[in-house]
């Protein structure tokens, strides 16, 4: 299993199936039922469908004369209602999406009324390929037209648009360029979803990176005449923050790289390279076009020339002002929101069955639940026992008298191992079947000189379940070192880095239990997949702060003229529209993922679109002014901005409401 790191136990099993003659294999899983009880015909159907199907896909190497004889192939229920039979293919036949039509048309041939399901470990795997086939095309047209649509009401330029939207689609495809090289050069695993995350992440954040350009060039271009000029004091004063916001995601990013999981880690460097390109493309080719164009790109909205221009208060201005006037009223409002949220974690957080990633139930997810129906003891997914053959009776004694065990059959012999098929009482992947899987594990592995390992499709969930987390107890805390670590280079402090990582954690906690209860009361999922949580964490920590870095840098930039109070008013005032409407872009751009047929993408796309909301409106726009409100100048210690200055205020100077002087130079 290429998610698993090569110590996990049910990858020693994968591996050694893959070593041994025949190689690894897909086992299908053929239930026939017919509500009113099987006929005769219905009998011989199914008979001749094994016979077609075993012949078409005999083993690679033929089990020896004697061996393999457990019984019957073919499964009739007590009930007389269903059959059921087991076919292993071998991997080199090929992969379970190309081998399940096929399959499905030599059954065809059946009695009207007998109903047929093809289920098994390959066929849900074939259901899970076909929900991926073609989704990194829809999620690249999806994202481009919703960047398209909240540019154009963003701007409401019928040119100005196209600008940012052509560099971020340069950025993408140089993304996917240096990708392509990275996972060739350095064996980097990449899937489908860590494909479409690639697209949402280049998009969002690198959008996100032209609106604050933009914002900044408009500001300069009221201020020169020079359009050159202009831009390089928007860069000036836009290029520190984006570096930051870029630095945090990147390094954010990376963290990842400490993770067993190798599709969670192999997202680290390839997240981190998609972030880099974006950064390049919008600090270099996006502002090089837009000076070429000129100010007529703004048409019709031209920003002329004007040292006189008056700035409006707006309403970001205004509502800085209210904060100001009930800095604890915004303070306590705001927490009692995030607080309220956080209650959703009471809601079902328990890991999501791979039964129930489906938002419609494919025929595999039918064909469980009908063989649970009428076979109760094949109702699990079976395990794989390999052991070395001269202690093959022993461990299949032991592993017959563990709890939870219906059967236990032994296999073929190769090269000096034995597998055995256990099938356990319990449904797949709950706790009652990992724990089974679990005691089978540890009574095998007292049998000295058996050398004896667990696999199979639901010891693979085990497996993932323990390593994810495992890998959330070292990325989690090492991504928050390295983005406070970022924050007080950034702002040359220690107590904003942490102020705002404080309210960047609460932030996400209120963000997760409103989703849980979204999932949990009016969506019906049955759980969380267990990949969510660091992915949104990582994403909500590394893109949440960006909001925070755009705003603090700005204040701290305007505290040293004007004062902490006035600083943090004006920031707010200065940067609030564009900073909405980044995160407006960078919510719906993850937002795509709700609309493909997956639970865990419409979980991850809902939690990271309404986390973002949250920090950019919310956290944002009320609590982090707020809290810089209420204290004061020392929001910036040990720095020299910390400390009172030792000149009376002139009349130039600002006073805070309590009583705090603006800050000289």
């Keep these: 299993m290429d998610a698993l790191p090569a110590s996990a136990e049910s990858t020693k099993?994968?591996?050694?199936?893959?070593?041994?003659?025949?190689?690894?294999?897909?086992?299908?899983?053929?239930?026939?039922?017919?509500?009113?009880?099987?006929?005769?015909?219905?009998s011989a159907a199914v008979e001749r469908h094994y016979n077609t199907l075993a012949k078409q896909y005999p083993p690679k190497v033929a089990p020896p004369a004697g061996e393999n004889d457990a019984g019957a192939p073919t499964q009739r229920s007590d009930d007389g209602k269903a059959m059921v039979f087991t076919l292993n293919v071998s991997t080199t036949y090929g992969e379970p999406a190309v081998l399940i039509g096929p399959m499905r048309d030599a059954a065809k041939d059946r009695p009207a009324g007998l109903d047929l399901d093809v289920t098994g470990p390959a066929g849900i795997d074939a259901d899970m390929d076909a929900v991926f086939d073609g989704i990194d095309v829809q999620v690249f047209l999806t994202t481009i037209?919703?960047?398209?649509?909240?540019?154009?009401?963003?701007?409401?330029?019928?040119?100005?648009?196209?600008?940012?939207?052509?560099?971020?689609?340069?950025?993408?495809?140089?993304?996917?360029?240096?990708?392509?090289?990275?996972?060739?050069?350095?064996?980097?695993?990449?899937?489908?979803?860590?494909?479409?995350?690639?697209?949402?992440?280049?998009?969002?954040?690198?959008?996100?990176?032209?609106?604050l350009l933009i914002a900044r060039y408009r500001e300069a271009l009221h201020h020169h005449e020079n359009v050159r000029v202009a831009m390089v004091h928007a860069l000036r004063g836009a290029a520190p923050a984006i570096i930051a916001s870029a630095a945090t995601v990147v390094a954010g990013m990376l963290c990842l790289l400490a993770a067993d999981l190798n599709e969670t880690r192999g997202l680290g460097p390839i997240g981190a390279a998609g972030i880099l390109c974006a950064l390049v493309a919008m600090l270099t080719l996006f502002p090089a076009v837009l000076v070429v164009l000129g100010r007529r790109i703004f048409w019709p909205a031209i920003p002329h020339f004007n040292t006189a221009m008056q700035e409006k208060p707006g309403p970001w201005g205004r509502l800085g002002t209210a904060i100001s006037r009930r800095r604890w009223v915004a303070t306590l409002a705001s927490l009692g929101v995030l607080g309220v949220l956080t209650v959703g974690l009471a809601g079902n957080t328990s890991i999501l069955r791979e039964q129930d990633q489906f938002l419609s139930t494919p025929e595999s997810v039918t064909g469980f639940t009908v063989l649970r129906q009428h076979f109760p003891e094949l109702g699990g997914q079976p395990m794989t026992v390999f052991t070395r053959a001269a202690y093959q009776e022993r461990v299949l004694n032991v592993v017959k008298g563990v709890p939870g065990v219906a059967q236990a059959h032994p296999g073929e012999t190769k090269e000096g191992w034995v597998d055995i098929s256990v099938y356990p009482t319990d449904a797949p992947d709950t706790t009652a079947e990992y724990d089974t899987i679990k005691r089978v594990r540890t009574a095998v592995h007292t049998v000295n000189g058996?050398?004896?390992?667990?696999?199979?499709?639901?010891?693979?969930?085990?497996?993932?379940?323990?390593?994810?987390?495992?890998?959330?107890?070292?990325?989690?805390?090492?991504?928050?070192?390295?983005?406070?670590?970022?924050?007080?280079?950034?702002?040359?402090?220690?107590?904003?880095?942490l102020v705002l990582m404080a309210t960047v954690v609460v932030s996400f906690a209120a963000a997760f239990g409103g989703s849980v209860f979204v999932f949990d009361t009016i969506l019906g999922f049955k759980g969380i997949d267990y990949s969510v949580p660091l992915l949104a964490f990582m994403f909500l920590v590394a893109l949440g702060v960006d909001y925070n870095i755009f705003l603090t840098h700005r204040a701290r930039e305007e505290a040293v003229r004007l004062g902490t109070r006035d600083g943090m008013l004006k920031a707010l005032s200065a940067t609030g529209g564009v900073i909405t409407s980044a995160g407006l872009v960078l919510a719906a751009t993850f937002a795509v993922l709700v609309s493909l047929p997956l639970v865990m993408l419409v979980e991850l796309g809902f939690l990271v679109a309404f986390g973002v909301l949250l920090d950019a409106l919310l956290v944002r726009s009320v609590l982090v002014p707020a809290l810089t409100l209420l204290i004061g100048r020392r929001i910036w210690a040990p720095s020299r901005l910390s400390r009172p200055t030792a000149q009376p205020p002139t009349a130039q100077q600002s006073l805070a409401d309590d009583g705090e002087p603006a800050l000289q130079r």
């Design 450 to 497: 058996a050398e004896a390992i667990v696999g199979g499709p639901s010891a693979e969930h085990l497996d993932t379940d323990m390593t994810t987390r495992r890998d959330q107890k070292v990325v989690i805390p090492l991504v928050l070192a390295v983005v406070l670590i970022i924050l007080g280079l950034l702002l040359r402090a220690i107590v904003a880095p």
């Design 13 to 42: 099993v994968a591996a050694l199936e893959d070593k041994l003659p025949g190689g690894e294999e897909n086992t299908f899983v053929f239930v026939y039922h017919r509500a009113g009880g099987l006929t005769a015909d219905d």
């Design 145 to 211: 037209i919703v960047v398209t649509v909240l540019l154009i009401l963003t701007y409401r330029s019928p040119v100005l648009w196209i600008i940012p939207l052509v560099a971020v689609g340069v950025a993408a495809l140089t993304a996917m360029a240096t990708v392509y090289l990275l996972v060739k050069g350095f064996g980097i695993v990449i899937n489908s979803q860590n494909s479409a995350l690639l697209t949402i992440l280049v998009f969002g954040v690198g959008t996100d990176y032209a609106l």
